[in-house]
């Protein structure tokens, strides 16, 4: 084990410097850093080329000023990090740690929210494969490889954002806009529903019913200046959540994962008035905190309320535990959107197009968690549709693949139960590939996000590499492809243990 | 007795029972190429067939419509404005009679300026499809046939390119030589987007080098020339043939996304990207100066998808197979961890080329 | 009182491109309580949709279409998934066909055996679970169960693989117990053991069982009742001893000619001369009209023998080794010897056959004959040449003296050319001949290997198993070879079809004066076209001689293993 990583990464090493210099020579080269002094009509223009010239090794053609900047690079492993300056005459590592800071907080969650949707459909898509739905999502997954990011952007600046803060001025729903809605999510839950007429009707008709009452309400009582979900729906979605986990995780005839998932549930209820008390004085860790200790009590009431699988039961209340608190907690921030949309600085339009953070905001925790809710939105979107579209086609086909399996049919011929087969047999062997691909582009990702920090105006790592290009200044595009080729290979490294660790055939020596 | 069926196994007499089920076989593949195979099944996959007829469509219009500017040489076009020509504004910009997609603030024709655009980023797809297929065969070729030395130097290098992001190597060249016009962006597109494919045709020749069929010829005394291009490619032609069209569509976006950025084509040129980015501010104004080089980028791209979808169906509609788990098992023993890792993910890598196209130009 | 399984009328369909195609075609027949069927079958005879569609598993497109799965009263063709779900495991059990395929790889054999119990109730417990598992290990004779129990499939041979899942087949003591084709993915010695074992094990419980196969020979040693399947139809049934003795459809007569582990079984009750009667005179002269049975082929080769015997060796190979470098990651790699100091000879016209279970190393033999590998040591002499000394130009013109047909029929035609291009291939490479004569050689060859002349223009992918093989013969012969090695030739064809090779094989050498080399793991052929043996284990040879002297007395206690393996023993006795 340790002999093979050792060994990958000596050889990536070698790989990623010999990239390096390819990229350095070739940014070096790709036009004239003096550019705009060289225009300037400054009385000291030639005092300020001489002062870069010096800053930045100008003098030392690029062949071998790379390895000037190699040298700083190599300081990194004494402590002494030295990745030399950006033509303004900035450190470039104080530049590249608010970049950093910027990017992982815009691709973090776009990573999550595309792997959690992408990996959904395409199992269902697989399990009803030929189906109208099957076939709608093929069609939605083509037509999002296919869209230039750049203009769905755009789109979304002007139809969600712009769009949305309008419809907040006069926040009611046109009664044939509730119909159409209402149709078309019937439409999509008889397709996922499957089965025959009787089935697919009732999961329609429901769900067509359930939205149009649901938008009619909100309409009705403009819900969107305030919203909130309230006990009753807190509660609902609990011991929904409930039933919906343990039914996918245990199967609902093992009573005890059941009950475990139900106490869970109502604890998480009763509680709900005391926390209010306790979100007051809310902070990032604390939140944190709150967040692993439900997933640790919610365990430890599945553990012990046992059954003939202590840590099923103990993994299906976790789970349950931490959606739920998920919801009390998107309560909460729904509770202070009103404040939020009111302040001096939003004014009303509580949907941003640019930017990371509205600037000197304040307010708590939670007014800061929906500020950031508000920035993430469309640059989120706008990234995850392509990843979405392909985590579903992977998954779809690993899906099918798996299900063709001889011992698909032996899990079912030895008198395993529906769920048992599809959890236990075919999804864990389906995410094997899948896995290694999320691996993959957990590292490719950092760097993969120029277009969309640029239409955002986001300044982070693609900021911070677009514009080091456009001035021919090599040491921020160096940064910026030092963090994303050593994130490549450090994830290229783990997607192979990965894979070693959830295949048993693939031993790593 | 079956002597309906025309290719009869000798002294292989049926006991008095007829054979629906081979007869229906038979009839499916009797006389047939692979190649008429595949052109028959392509031909069933409707979406393919609509966005072959599609392409075809907007390749002819764009073409015509406006003729073709190569260096001097200049095709006139049926359409009365050409796409570098500023004519009086008309109904304020907006789309008219005479100007159909409506026209830009100085009065160039959108319709012309679209279509020169749409020229333009089929050229560089093409190109950067036809270099990096070339690139990519070769590359793979040889790694996957000879091994040893010359895989490991050819995949290092391979490797190498492939730790730098296409968006970000196409930025860096793009800016170098974007101001050369979309044929040589083309071709610097396709120099770097070739890796995939090597991987994947590495892959086949690997697998297909130990076919009994490629040992019959070697046993008949077939020398590697011949085993390369008369056996073994021809039986790879479906993997390059699927994934050419994928990076085809990739390349498309990516060019797009360079423009959009400022390091593809250049002024006084066009292409879409570029139609899209020098006009974004004026959404709100003008939008369609934004929707219609966006839709033709969509329908580009999305016709490409779906003829490779349709291809790869007609190849071999079990491509995205993986290994058994008996392949695998077996080849545990031979191969160092890092090939069963590559050779698990093969089979399914037509999928992940399919990801390239996105994954460039987020 | 009902029966235990009745089918009545079953038909099954696949839903292809071309509508749907049935598979099954109105099957009916019963088994009883404790009874062993046995389902014989060629492939594409419908004898694993039969298995699949009794517990509604039929495989992606399978829909039964019509009539009745009455089991213990209970119709299971319309019962619903939790009926379905209730019944398998725990009253029918199932062993599929394939060890490698049929356990999940990611989970340990312990856990699927667990979930096994678990899923039919056998426990309620943790520790009883595991228990219980256990047990079921150690019934289905899984040596060292309790330290094995947490291993995953992949660190377990091909025959534990088939205990565990017979034991999962058993282990809720279903009443009735679907073998499909169990053991023809193993080794014959293997073989022998778990369905010994598998029959004890059904005896002890009072387990029906239901077994599917392709071998005639092993279904009548095997089951009690016979039940004949051709094109999705049942063409014959009744007790085993009778219908093998008895045969009355024409199809199970053929089917009982061919299969060679009969044949052989026939030659050794009879001594090397006469062939025992197989069947009444009538039907032994309808089988002589169809020259199909392998006993009295055999009885031809030996009556021919003599006059073949000629002067000189066509192939020496001496002190013959081969070791390979296994990577074990790092830079570090161990040797194995896949073939050790191996020697024989094969004299001119004559076959000796090279037979060995799988990993003994026959096939790397093969490989380093037709220069495919080359040989860590040894020698290989090939018409008083050694190979080892040759170089270019001589080594190519040697490749025109020995071809190969190999083992797999789809595996071994290029998919893209067509039929003349592939037999016209080596006559290309070696530039013999000119376009017109190399198609006049072609159609000649088809005309030898009994295939009509118009396939020169078609694709394999049209044609049957056993035609890919005649058209890989006629490739082989088209540089007029004098030696041929067969590397499993016949092993992946259907019994008639098998049968159809070897005598064609046999006539081709009686025309032609070829030497034949024949590589395979089933004894029972050799029998039938070798005039010497040579058994193979762990890479080297422990037991060579002629035919007879092998078959009638072996030396080596593997040979005896191998012989006694090869069914139907008992069966031609009385």
Known sequence: MATFVIRRLVASFFVFLAATYLMYILTALSGDPLEDLRASTAPNAAQLIERRIDLLNLDVPPYLRYFIWLGGVGGCFIGQCNLGFNVQGQPVLEILGQALGQTLQLVTFAAIVAVVIGVIIGITTALRQYSTYDYSVTFVTFLFFSLPIFWVAVLLKQYIAIGFNDFLRQPTIPPLAIVVIALALGLIAAGIAGGDLKRRLIAGGTAAVVTGAALAYMSATEWFLTPSLGIVVVALTAIGLAFAVTAISAGLRNRRALYASLTVAVLAIVLYYPLQFLFVSMTLPLFLGLAIGTILLSGAIGYFWGGHDRWQSARTAAIVGFLTAGVIALDEFMSYWNAYSNSSRVRGRPIATIGAETPNLGGNFWVQGVDSFTHLLLPTIALILISIASYTRYTRSSMLEVLNQDYIRTARAKGLTERTVLVRHAFRNAMIPVATIIAFDIGAIVGGAVITERVFAWTGMGALFQNGLERTDPNPVMAFFLVTGTLAIIFNLIADLVYAALDPRIRIS | MTTNIPVQEPGHNEPGVTDEASNLELKEVEGLSQGQIVRRRFFRHKGAVIAMIVLAAIILLSTTSVGVTIGPWRTPGWWPFTWDALTPVENRTRPSLAHPFGQDEVGRDIFALVMRGTQQSLSVMFIAGIIATVIGVVIGALSGYYRKAIDSVLMRFTDVIITIPIIVIGAVLGVAFGSLGASVLGVVIGLFSWTSLARLVRAEFLSLREREFVDAARVAGARDRRIIFRHILPNTVGVIIVNSTLLMAAAILLETALSFLGF?????????????????????????????????????????????????????????????????????????????VAAANAPIASDLSERDGGQGTR | MTRLLEVVDLEVGFRTGNGVVKALNGVSFTIDRGESVAIVGESGSGKSTTAAAIINLLPGGGEILGGKVLFEGKDLAKASTAELEEVRGKRIGFVPQDPMSNL????????????????????????GAKAKSIEVLQQAGLPGAEQRFHQYPHQFSGGMRQRVLIGMGLAANPSLLIADEPTSALDVTVQRRILDHLDSLTENSGTALMFITHDLGLAAERASKLIVMYKGRIVEAGPSLEILRNPRHPYTQRLIAAAPSLASRRIQASGAGEVAPVASGEQQAALEVEQLDLASAAEHRLQHEDARREAGD?????????????????????????????????PKGTTTALVGESGSGKSTVAKLLLGLETPTSGAITIDGRRTDALTGRARFELRRRMQPVFQDPYGSLDPLMSIGSIIAEPLTVHGVGDRASRRQRVLELLDQVALPRVLAGRYPNELSGGQRQRIAIARALALKPEIVVLDEAVSALDVLVQAQILSLLAELQEELGLTYLFITHDLAVVRVIADNVCVMQKGRIVEQAATDEVFDNPREQYTRDLLEAIPGASLLAS
């Not at chain 2, 790869?312 to 509609?317: K, V, Y």
């Not at chain 3, 312990?110 to 119990?117: A, D, K, L």
């Open chain 3, 314 to 346: 066509a192939i020496v190979v001496d002190e013959l080794t081969k070791v390979f470098k296994i990577r074990q990651g790092g830079f570090r790699s161990t040797e194995f010897t896949a073939v050790d100091k191996v020697s024989f000879s094969i």
């Open chain 3, 104 to 127: 999940d790889p990611v989970w340990s054999v312990g856990f699927q055996v667990r979930e096994t119990v678990r899923a039919n109730g056998l426990a309620t417990d943790r520790a």
């Open chain 2, 264 to 340: 593809g084509v250049q002024s006084p040129d066009t292409s879409l990207g570029k139609i899209i980015s020098d006009n974004q501010a004026a959404f709100a104004t003008r939008p369609w100066l934004f929707w219609w080089p966006g839709l033709f980028i969509i329908a580009i791209a999305l016709c490409i998808n779906f003829i490779g979808d349709g291809l790869r169906d007609a190849f071999d509609p079990r491509q995205k197979r993986m290994p058994s788990a008996r392949a695998l098992a077996k080849g545990k023993g031979a191969n160092a961890v890092t090939g069963d």
